[in-house]
């Protein structure tokens, strides 16, 4: 989820500067986007509508592997 997760937001920042940090608690993955501020409106988008795509796209793999996955962005 980590490497699906760094490539979607690459290609739509088309920027590096971020970093992602992977929790596993209690059989959950908790993802944390460290990134810049000129880029943070990029990942979060206008009505909070990119990291809700995001998490949508994620939730596919973590239903997979029978687990639940949060994402949250901070700034670096």
Known sequence: ???LLKFL??????SDKFEIEEEN???RV???VKAD???IGLIIGKEGKTIKTLRKILS????????????SVVEQ
């Open 1 to 3: 989820m980590h490497d």
């Open 9 to 14: 937001i690459t290609k739509i920042t088309g």
């Open 25 to 27: 608690i209690d059989g």
């Open 30 to 32: 908790g993802l944390t």
């Open 37 to 39: 501020k000129d880029i």
């Open 60 to 71: 596919v793999p973590a239903v997979i592997a029978q687990t639940s996955v949060n994402i």
